[in-house]
T-cell receptor
Framework: DQQVKQNSPSLSVQEGRISILNCDYTNSMFDYFLWYKKYPAEGPTFLISISSIKDKNEDGRFTVFLNKSAKHLSLHIVPSQPGDSAVYFCAASPLFGNEKLTFGTGTRLTIIP | KAGVTQTPRYLIKTRGQQVTLSCSPISGHRSVSWYQQTPGQGLQFLFEYFSETQRNKGNFPGRFSGRQFSNSRSEMNVSTLELGDSALYLC????WGRGSTDTQYFGPGTRLTVL
């Protein structure tokens, strides 16, 4: 049972435009959400996070939006740059405790110059 | 600080063999988690170790096991390898292993190919 779903395996966006990556979750115990970025031959690196008490978190070109009622979050990258081409993983966990992170299957983002 | 290191980076084994992968966490980090990454499955959680104790375990068969040493270094072992075990195995460390307050730092992974 995939509790965190990224339904788009791939996405292509023109350089300079907005990239929107989506993630849905089913477990109502999840209160904390993260995005990781992964380049080939490297491990994932933390990008941005959001807790359920907020509906938006920004960090430079990256903004994560959370819609708790729809159990949906999205990552916006504006403007998209060639270096953003990577696989993006959405992850979730309960806010407290030592629970593990549950990851989605990833979306491969390609920025077209 | 040095990052998370994993050895070896690449490994080729045959069915039925066993394999041991190693992970050295960031200095001071006490939690080490292991993940399996396969195409279409994303990162599947294997287990987490904290202070030499397995604290969390994913839904993998008993052929997958691990341990953690007093210096927080961790090893993962897979016995009786199957073709489906071919994957990228990622190790991640964090200070306390709390998903909401600790960022996990990943190593580059070990690419295991089973022939």
């Amino acid at each position: 049972d995939q509790q965190v779903k990224q339904n788009s395996p791939s996405l292509s966006v023109q350089e300079g435009r907005i990239s929107i990556l989506n993630c849905d979750y089913t477990n109502s115990m999840f209160d904390y959400f993260l995005w990781y970025k992964k380049y080939p031959a490297e491990g994932p690196t933390f990008l941005i996070s959001i807790s359920s008490i907020k509906d938006k978190n920004e960090d430079g070109r990256f903004t994560v939006f959370l819609n708790k009622s729809a159990k949906h979050l999205s990552l916006h990258i504006v403007p998209s740059q060639p270096g953003d081409s990577a696989v993006y993983f959405c992850a979730a966990s309960p806010l407290f405790g030592n629970e593990k992170l549950t990851f989605g299957t990833g979306t491969r983002l390609t920025i077209i110059p | 600080k040095a990052g998370v290191t994993q050895t070896p980076r690449y490994l080729i084994k045959t069915r039925g063999q066993q394999v041991t992968l190693s992970c050295s966490p960031i200095s001071g980090h006490r939690s080490v988690s292991w993940y399996q990454q396969t195409p279409g499955q994303g990162l599947q959680f294997l287990f987490e170790y904290f202070s030499e104790t397995q604290r969390n375990k994913g839904n993998f068969p008993g052929r997958f096991s691990g341990r953690q040493f007093s210096n927080s270094r961790s090893e993962m072992n897979v016995s009786t390898l199957e073709l489906g075990d071919s994957a990228l195995y990622l190790c991640a460390s964090s200070p306390w292993g709390r998903g909401s307050t600790d960022t996990q730092y990943f190593g580059p992974g070990t690419r295991l190919t089973v022939l």
